[in-house]
Structure formats: structure tokens, C-alpha cells
């Protein structure tokens, strides 16, 4: 810390994107990009980081940084390099690996399905083994930080934030297998990041396109949603993510989150007593359009955050610091207390001794066989059968069975159709997305010709056309077997469908784990929420609910589970 100037530990305090699949890159729309953002003299990382010291860069997919694992470890040493050679401080890199909906990680990495995947398996060992296997992928395309795991309680079924990135709606559960989630990545040099302080799993907007608000009392938020992060903060988690969520009963000001006194140094830093990061969420977020950026920027600091994620106008956020240091309107003193925080972490991860990866690393660790079949084993544990009323399932494999796939998803109906194909059934897809109701006619006459039709949903509770597609095939007296991939709660929005499996997630191991159990795989996942009438006034399959294909019509929430013991939401 002696030896950097201000400019460089303010520069560590923001997390910053950058264009490009190398640190040197001259690709014209990748500068061109760069130029746009930062200035006219940045086209790449490397100038990047020469102007304006950023301790963190995050990686995205379209910023063209995650093309192939080779590549994204070329543009991590060659960042490292950069830094290095700039003011001797390694880089943090990071991205939002939370596998499932989430992924970022390019092929061939193994994906983890995702939190509510990995709930359904009922096993905090799985949370820890899929969060190691990501850790050791991340670390070989020198990937330092990952902004996961969620740790939010989901106990709101109409939540966009969060749904199947969370592990569950139960306190315990989600304490649980965030803990284990926590010490799986930094076991393997990752540091994990606890979010979304605190807490969005009663809101039902996400910050980063509306304004979320929570309504819960101060005692049901202390009671609920505060634990798993406490049990994060025990599991030596390196940093903690706040959202700009508003929360009035922790801070009546109905200031955001992540730019609250009270929230982030009253609750985080004195009660929680957590002396780790704490990194924003995006702070271009849409929750935050209608504050001057300055505004945002010294809030953030002045909050106790240590770092700045993705500012709207990233070089006038920095000078927005600079000039609030040099005018004493923010103290150096407190800009060196979250400097030291970040590089102690910097520190403690290894990057002062090394920060580069290995083109040997990468081939001996991303996407292997061992990790593939890690995230298998998760997925398939995963799947959850809550109704087999009319014995459909499972599909004679190898049998020729004409079989429908349509429903929701672009690439998850082909995906699942191949699949299908490959264990010797005729399957046919048919997408439909969200159907007006010619092509849901047109898709009942399909299903007419087939000996059996799988429909995909996913948050079917917020799209009406989903539903009567649904509808419509269980009307047509056809045989269907209803597939949610997103949250499980679709069922509530056609409580008829004789047959009804959860895969909790639309990705290819997902997918795998469901074209499996659907010809013939033993389902042995269960819900790790409770499902609900859409007025919330019945519970129609409760927290633990799952059955085998021999254990009758209809699934029942077995006694004596590991995470049992809290009501009923």
C-alpha cells in the first residue's frame, strides 16, 4: 500500500469489463468498444489497466473475453502481465459462474445445474463438490473470484431475481448449502461471493431491471434471510455482494441496499462483525438510473463497500473519487481501509506468489471427464417426479416411440429431442416459446399423430400462453408428460397434469439428467420449496415432496429430512 500513488488504490477499488479475447487485442469492434467506455487511447485491457488501475476486471460473454477455455487463460495471464508491469498488484478477475441459468464458462467446461438443482439432491456434499469442481475449472483459465453463490431464501414463487438460483425457500437449507458452496470454491483459489445482501428472496423484481422492494419486518429479515449469510461469514467467505433492493424496515430512508449506511457498515460490518470485501452489484444497474452517478459512486463508498462493479461512466466514477479525496470530502484513511481489504484478499488467494495459469492447467482440469461427471451426478440427483398418475413414465428406451418434444425453450427442445433420439425413440421437436393459439392447434394435432408428448415450461406462473399450451394437450386427452425447467411451481397453473417432472434447469446437464429419468432413470430428487396454490392459500406439495416410479400416482413430503423441522411458508 506504501507504494501506490491515490490514483492506483482508487483504481482498486473498481471492478471494471473490458472488450476483447486477449489483453493486447486490435479487433476493431472490441476496440472500437474499449474506445467508447474508457477514452480514445484505451482499445484493450492492457491500456486499460495502464490508465486507470482497476483492481478487478470481470469477464462476460458479450465482451467477447469467454470464447474458448485456451483463450480465456491467455487473456488472464496476459491481463496479470499487464497489471503487473503497470504497479506490481495482480488482478482480481472475476465472473458469474453460478452454474444453471447463470453460466458464463465456455465449452467444453462441465456446468453445475443450478442452486435449486443442487437443493433438490437434498445432499450439502453435492453443493460442495459442484462449487469445487467450478473452483479448480475458474483457477485453470485464471479466474481468481467468482460472484456466487446465491444465498438468498426464495420464499417468494413469483421471484424473477432469484427462482432456481436459489437453493431453497428454508432458511436452514440455504444456510447450509451456501456454507458448503463457500468452502468448495476457495478451497480450490477461488473466493467465493456471498449474494444478495441482503436478501432478494421475498422481492419480486430484480434490481438490475426494476426496482425491488422487500416488505418483510426487520425480525423476519433478521430471522430468514440474514442466516445463510452469517453461516457464509463463518465459512471464511472472502466477499459479500449487497443489491440495490430496498428494504424500509432496515433502512426507512428506503435508500438501496448497496448505497445504505445502515444496511452495509450497520448491519454487514457492526452486527454481522464481517471485515471481509464487500464488492456491489452492478452499479449500472436500472434500480439506480434515477441517481446521479456521483451520487451512486460516494454513496457506494461512503455505505462501506469496498468495491465499485461496473459504474455507469467508469472514468468520471473514478474522478468522482479523486476529486472527493482531494477536496477531503471522503478521507484517505477510509479508501486505504477497503485497499488493504482488497489486497489482503488478493493476498491470501495466492496472486502476489502467482497469479498466472497454464496451458497444461487448463487441459488437465477444465471440462474433463472427472469434472463432467461431477455436475452429471448433481444434475441426475436433481430431478424430481411429483406425479406419474397415468404411468406414462418411463419410456420404453429403444422402442421407436413417436415422442413430441415442445413447449418453452429455443435450444432446450431440439436438445431434449436429440437426446431422446440417441436412446432409440422417434422424437420430434416442436418449440414454441410463448404460443399464440394458432400454434397451439397446430401443436395439439402434432400431438395427436405422436404416441406421447413432452411439454416444457419454465415460470409458467408469469405467461399465460404457456399455460394454455399446457392446457390444450391435457384437453386433447393425448398422453403428455410436463417437464418444469425453470422453478417447479408451474404446476400450480394446471393442477390436472397427470404427469409432472421438476428439472430445475434448461442447461445441457440438466437436460442430460432429464432424458435420462425419462426413459427409465430411478428420480430421486426432491423439492427443496414448497409449492402452493397460486393464491398462496394451499400447499399442494411440500418441502421435501419426490417419488420413485414405483411409489405410486403422486408424490408425499417424507418425515425425518435433514433440513426438516421448519413450517410450512
Given at each position: 500500500?506504501?507504494?501506490?500513488?491515490?490514483?492506483?488504490?482508487?483504481?482498486?477499488?473498481?471492478?471494471?469489463?473490458?472488450?476483447?479475447?486477449?489483453?493486447?487485442?486490435?479487433?476493431?469492434?472490441?476496440?472500437?468498444?474499449?474506445?467508447?467506455?474508457?477514452?480514445?487511447?484505451?482499445?484493450?485491457?492492457?491500456?486499460?489497466?495502464?490508465?486507470?488501475?482497476?483492481?478487478?476486471?470481470?469477464?462476460?460473454?458479450?465482451?467477447?473475453?469467454?470464447?474458448?477455455?485456451?483463450?480465456?487463460?491467455?487473456?488472464?495471464?496476459?491481463?496479470?502481465?499487464?497489471?503487473?508491469?503497470?504497479?506490481?498488484?495482480?488482478?482480481?478477475?472475476?465472473?458469474?459462474?453460478?452454474?444453471?441459468?447463470?453460466?458464463?464458462?465456455?465449452?467444453?467446461?462441465?456446468?453445475?445445474?443450478?442452486?435449486?438443482?443442487?437443493?433438490?439432491?437434498?445432499?450439502?456434499?453435492?453443493?460442495?463438490?459442484?462449487?469445487?469442481?467450478?473452483?479448480?475449472?475458474?483457477?485453470?483459465?485464471?479466474?481468481?473470484?467468482?460472484?456466487?453463490?446465491?444465498?438468498?431464501?426464495?420464499?417468494?414463487?413469483?421471484?424473477?431475481?432469484?427462482?432456481?438460483?436459489?437453493?431453497?425457500?428454508?432458511?436452514?437449507?440455504?444456510?447450509?448449502?451456501?456454507a458448503a458452496a463457500v468452502r468448495g470454491y476457495q478451497h480450490n483459489g477461488v473466493a467465493a461471493t456471498a449474494k444478495h445482501f441482503p436478501g432478494l428472496g421475498s422481492a419480486e423484481a430484480n434490481p438490475d431491471t426494476g426496482v425491488a422492494v422487500v416488505t418483510e419486518t426487520r425480525e423476519e429479515i433478521l430471522r430468514t434471510d440474514i442466516p445463510p449469510f452469517r453461516a457464509a461469514i463463518d465459512a471464511g467467505v472472502k466477499s459479500i455482494m449487497p443489491t440495490a433492493v430496498i428494504v424500509p424496515a432496515l433502512d426507512p430512508t428506503r435508500t438501496p441496499a448497496v448505497l445504505s449506511k445502515p444496511i452495509i457498515t450497520g448491519l454487514l460490518r457492526d452486527t454481522l462483525h464481517y471485515d471481509g470485501v464487500i464488492v456491489t452489484d452492478a452499479l449500472r444497474a436500472d434500480a439506480l438510473k434515477d441517481i446521479p452517478q456521483d451520487q451512486v459512486i460516494l454513496g457506494a463508498i461512503n455505505a462501506g463497500n469496498d468495491e465499485l462493479l461496473l459504474p455507469a461512466d467508469p472514468p468520471a466514477a473514478i474522478a468522482t473519487v479523486l476529486d472527493a479525496v482531494r477536496e477531503g470530502t471522503i478521507s484517505r484513511h477510509r479508501i486505504d481501509q477497503s485497499v488493504y481489504r482488497i489486497l489482503r484478499m488478493k493476498a491470501e488467494l495466492g496472486l502476489f506468489d502467482d497469479p498466472f495459469t497454464t496451458s497444461e492447467a487448463v487441459d488437465s482440469t477444465v471440462g474433463t471427464p472427472r469434472e463432467q461427471q461431477i455436475m452429471a451426478d448433481a444434475a441426475h440427483r436433481s430431478i424430481t417426479l411429483l406425479r406419474n398418475q397415468a404411468g406414462v413414465l418411463p419410456l420404453p428406451a429403444n422402442s421407436g416411440q413417436?415422442?413430441?418434444?415442445?413447449?418453452?425453450?429455443?435450444?432446450?427442445?431440439?436438445?431434449?429431442?436429440?437426446?431422446?433420439?440417441?436412446?432409440?425413440?422417434?422424437?420430434?421437436?416442436?418449440?414454441?416459446?410463448?404460443?399464440?393459439?394458432?400454434?397451439?392447434?397446430?401443436?395439439?394435432?402434432?400431438?395427436?399423430?405422436?404416441?406421447?408428448?413432452?411439454?416444457?415450461?419454465?415460470?409458467?406462473?408469469?405467461?399465460?400462453?404457456?399455460?394454455?399450451l399446457v392446457k390444450a394437450l391435457l384437453a386433447a386427452k393425448v398422453k403428455v408428460v410436463t417437464v418444469a425447467v425453470g422453478g417447479p411451481y408451474d404446476i400450480a397453473y394446471f393442477p390436472s397434469a397427470p404427469t409432472y417432472l421438476a428439472a430445475y434447469g434448461y442447461r445441457d446437464v440438466s437436460l442430460a439428467a432429464l432424458a435420462n429419468t425419462l426413459v427409465g432413470t430411478e428420480p430421486i430428487g426432491r423439492l427443496p420449496v414448497t409449492i402452493r396454490t397460486p393464491d398462496g392459500t394451499q400447499v399442494l406439495y411440500r418441502y421435501g415432496s419426490g417419488m420413485g416410479f414405483g411409489d405410486g400416482a403422486q408424490a408425499t413430503a417424507p418425515g425425518g429430512s435433514a433440513f426438516a423441522g421448519q413450517p410450512e411458508r
Open positions: 500500500m506504501a507504494d501506490l500513488t491515490l490514483a492506483e488504490k482508487v483504481g482498486q477499488m473498481f471492478v471494471l469489463q473490458v472488450n476483447g479475447d486477449t489483453a493486447t487485442t486490435t479487433n476493431p469492434t472490441d476496440v472500437a468498444a474499449n474506445q467508447a467506455l474508457y477514452g480514445s487511447d484505451v482499445r484493450n485491457g492492457a491500456e486499460l489497466l495502464a490508465k486507470f488501475h482497476p483492481g478487478g476486471i470481470i469477464y462476460f460473454n458479450a465482451t467477447n473475453n469467454l470464447g474458448h477455455p485456451q483463450q480465456v487463460a491467455l487473456l488472464s495471464n496476459g491481463l496479470q502481465k499487464a497489471a503487473l508491469a503497470d504497479h506490481g498488484v495482480p488482478v482480481q478477475i472475476s465472473t458469474d459462474q453460478e452454474g444453471g441459468s447463470v453460466s458464463r464458462i465456455p465449452p467444453p467446461s462441465a456446468v453445475s445445474p443450478g442452486n435449486m438443482a443442487i437443493g433438490a439432491t437434498f445432499d450439502r456434499d453435492v453443493s460442495y463438490s459442484t462449487a469445487a469442481s467450478t473452483g479448480r475449472q475458474l483457477r485453470a483459465m485464471g479466474i481468481n473470484m467468482d460472484h456466487a453463490p446465491v444465498v438468498d431464501v426464495n420464499t417468494n414463487p413469483r421471484n424473477t431475481a432469484d427462482g432456481t438460483r436459489a437453493f431453497s425457500d428454508r432458511t436452514e437449507t440455504v444456510s447450509a448449502f451456501g413417436h415422442v413430441l418434444v415442445t413447449g418453452w425453450g429455443f435450444n432446450s427442445v431440439p436438445s431434449l429431442a436429440d437426446k431422446l433420439s440417441a436412446k432409440g425413440l422417434v422424437a420430434t421437436p416442436m418449440w414454441t416459446g410463448s404460443p399464440d393459439q394458432q400454434t397451439i392447434q397446430q401443436v395439439v394435432a402434432a400431438a395427436g399423430a405422436s404416441d406421447v408428448t413432452v411439454v416444457l415450461t419454465n415460470n409458467a406462473w408469469g405467461d399465460v400462453t404457456q399455460q394454455n
